[in-house]
């Protein structure tokens, strides 16, 4: 019954946002398709039968790999082949796993579906595509289908791209051809070979367009998580002198990266930008310093450490040692005082994925200023490249931070609506967090509370 609300849901939520002829030639499209794919569902069926007979001495799994979103397509299917090298899955009987690509209307990047094809077994989406969904009405179809590319929406909560790789291992590899062609188009916007280089992704609202064929689509409820790329102009410059390029990444900017700094790249717009350049390029980099998007999985994948200026709150990824994050302070406008993190959980405001509701609680989120954003990207290349020892009031201000934040994510973990598992999330804290930030907010912890 909700699979059928769902369905007439998003069909009057179409009808409103699309044009009258738009909407009809998609719905029209769309009934189309399903004659052609029945046929397809009908063998999809016995072959889940077949399966079920052959699971006395084999197990057959299916797998879906969503390629909707750039972190999705990263990192799931690394979460998986990590789980599986580290043998930390219950074998009881011989497995074979198959795959399929699930695409939207806009696949993120060929370059990452081309690798991963190289280390799983995938097959055409018209054949696994309907067993994996006829799979889905048996009792038992969690056993045929692989579990672990959902359940944690790209949180590798159990830090397993860490755990995988601590030897040396590699989760993904360049061919020698591709290893070539990255290097020449390094060279092309002007990196040799022996040049250290930062990745920044700063978020903006042009991106999300591109998903979606409906060009009506109201995306503002994301526009907390949006920054102005003006405002990273002087950390690019600061990292410039300590030798680092600064490449801008983007498959499309709203606007652009103005700099007369050699050193500064504004790659979003450039001729050069191409799929296998973005994936390259993130697992090339020193640093990746993102405000939490899909493409900072890729760096994370290869092993490059993270500076992260993540909302909300309750979702900071805490899980890496290769990860320090930062936020974004939190005013409540009827008081005019700035919230703790204490509060900020007791509000739910710590999980609260909506700009709407931020506005309806009243509250508003401060951007960072441009120092705060140099200093945090300053101290994360010091603490990743330079090997930097945190003091004992920052030893001290990390501790009391992880004591705080599981204290109020077990206490209000029930607030949580999103599709991460609230119980799994958060376990153990790995990562940094912004020695800088917790200095200059001191009341964030309740230590001078206002």
């Known amino acids: 019954m909700y699979r059928y609300k769902s369905f007439l849901k998003r069909q009057a ?16 499209k769309t009934f189309l398709y399903l004659i052609v794919i029945f046929p397809f569902y009908i063998t999809a069926f016995i072959f889940c039968l077949l399966m079920r007979i052959l699971s006395v001495f084999l197990i057959i799994r299916v797998g879906r790999i969503s390629a909707v979103n750039f972190g999705n397509l990263a990192e799931d299917p690394a979460r998986y082949l ?22 939207g209307d806009f696949t993120p990047n060929t370059q990452l579906i081309k690798m991963w094809k190289r280390e799983l077994n995938v097959l055409p989406k018209f054949f696994l595509h309907p067993i994996y969904e006829i799979n889905n009405i048996f009792p038992d179809k969690l056993k045929f289908k ?35 062609l990255g290097q020449n188009l390094l060279k092309k916007i002007g990196i040799n070979k022996s040049d250290k280089f930062i990745c920044l992704a700063v978020r903006d609202e042009e991106y999300q ?71 390259y390029l993130g697992a090339k980099c020193s640093l990746c310093i993102s405000t939490g998007l899909g493409f900072d999985q890729v760096p994370y994948v290869f092993g490059v450490p993270l500076a992260l200026i993540n909302m909300p709150v309750g979702d900071l990824r805490l899980y890496s040692e290769k990860i320090i994050v930062t936020t974004r302070e939190h005013l409540d406008k009827k008081s005019k005082k700035k919230l703790s993190l204490n509060e900020i959980f007791s509000s739910g405001m710590a999980y ?3 700009s709407i509701q931020f506005k309806k609680n009243e509250i508003e989120i401060i951007e960072l200023k441009n120092e705060d954003i140099r200093d ?4 994360a290349v010091n603490i990743f490249q330079n090997n930097y020892k945190l003091s004992e009031e920052e030893q001290h201000l990390q501790k009391k931070f992880k004591e705080t934040f599981l204290k109020n994510h077990s206490k209000f973990k029930h607030l949580r609506t999103s599709k991460n598992k609230s119980d799994e999330m958060h376990k153990e804290i790995k990562s940094y967090f912004s020695p800088s930030f917790l200095r200059k907010n001191q009341y964030w912890l309740n230590y001078d509370v206002r």
């Open 13 to 28: 939520r179409d009808f409103q946002l699309m044009e009258f002829r738009t909407f009809v030639l998609l719905k029209v």
């Open 82 to 103: 990590c789980k599986k090298k580290l043998n930390l899955e219950a074998i009881d009987k011989k497995k074979i796993d198959l795959f399929y690509f699930f695409e």
């Open 146 to 180: 692989i579990i672990s590319l959902e359940e944690n929406f790209y949180r590798d909560i159990s830090d397993l791209v860490g755990r995988f790789r601590k030897n040396g291992s590699e989760i993904l590899k360049f061919t020698n051809e591709e290893e070539q």
């Open 209 to 279: 367009k591109l998903k979606s064929k409906n060009k009506n689509h109201d995306w503002s409820y994301h526009s907390y998580r949006n920054y102005n790329i003006d405002k990273f102009i002087l950390t690019a410059e600061e990292l410039t002198k300590m030798g680092y390029y600064v490449i801008r990444m983007g498959v499309k900017a709203s606007k652009p990266f103005i700099s007369n700094n050699p050193k500064i790249i504004d790659y979003a717009n450039s001729n050069i930008r191409n799929n296998f350049l973005d994936v």
């Open 352 to 354: 609260c994925y909506s």
């Open 376 to 379: 945090f990207a300053l101290e």
